[in-house]
């Protein structure tokens, strides 16, 4: 079975700073991998996604994520936080050819950015 | 783009209502989902479908059911609200395992 396990509940950061938001994945298959972003009262916005080819893979709002296969790591970087980046972040995994499509997730980050 | 609807993005109903909330997506994806979001519990899976009158059930179905009549259309029905039903309910579509697209939400607050 998979799992996702996001190793920070919360990140405060001041503005301009950079940031990283971990994640960490089980699977004994090979997997799609996935950030979304979740603004207050609002529902879940797809960040980035990484299916194949670059294990750099580039999203919205000037963020990026590396898959590491041997380290099952995909992190999230942004290396100049804003106010608005403010919300909470969820990884998540879904099965590689799966029709399905279910994602499995991660229990989230909550990024702060102070002034 | 992809574009999934909920009918409401706040309600508030009455203890033993039966209630229906409504999910539409627009890009004939065959996956749907319903999912309840509460703090410090992350998503959890309710239901799910892969095709029309097509049902699975995820990791808390009790108290819900669901309906797919249309393929653009996945309804999650509470059938007598309880107070432990008041959550974020988000509704998401996917098309094979290449990640959802989710709607607004609805926030569901039982009295």
């Known amino acids: 079975a998979q799992s996702v396990t996001q190793l920070d509940s919360q990140v405060p950061v001041f503005e301009e700073a950079p940031v990283e938001l971990r994640c960490n994945y089980s699977s004994s298959v090979s997997v799609y991998l996935f950030w979304y972003v979740q603004y207050p009262n609002q529902g879940l916005q797809l960040l980035l996604k990484?299916?194949?080819?670059?294990?750099l893979v580039k999203g919205i709002n000037g963020f990026e994520a590396e898959f590491n296969k041997s380290q099952t790591s995909f992190h999230l970087r942004k290396p100049s936080v804003h106010i608005s980046d403010t919300a909470e972040y969820f990884c998540?995994?879904?099965?590689?050819?799966?029709?399905?499509?279910?994602?499995?997730f991660g229990k989230g980050t909550k990024l702060s950015v102070k002034p | 783009d992809v574009k999934v609807t909920q009918s409401s993005r706040y309600l508030v109903k009455r203890t033993g209502e039966k209630v229906f909330l409504e999910c539409v997506q627009d890009?004939?994806?065959?996956?749907m989902f319903w999912y309840r979001q509460d703090p410090g519990l992350g998503l959890r899976l309710i239901y799910f479908s892969y095709d029309v009158k097509m049902k699975e059930k995820g990791d808390i179905p009790e108290g819900y059911s669901v309906s797919r009549e249309k393929k653009e259309r996945f309804s999650l029905i509470l059938e007598s609200a309880s107070t432990n039903q008041t959550s974020m309910y988000l509704c998401?579509?996917?098309?094979?395992?290449?990640?959802?697209?989710f709607g607004s939400g609805t926030r569901l607050t039982v009295v």
């Open positions: 890009m004939d994806h065959e996956n």
């Open positions: 990484y299916l194949s080819g670059s294990t």
């Open positions: 998540a995994v879904s099965i590689y050819g799966g029709s399905q499509g279910n994602l499995i």
């Open positions: 998401a579509s996917s098309f094979l395992a290449y990640g959802y697209t």
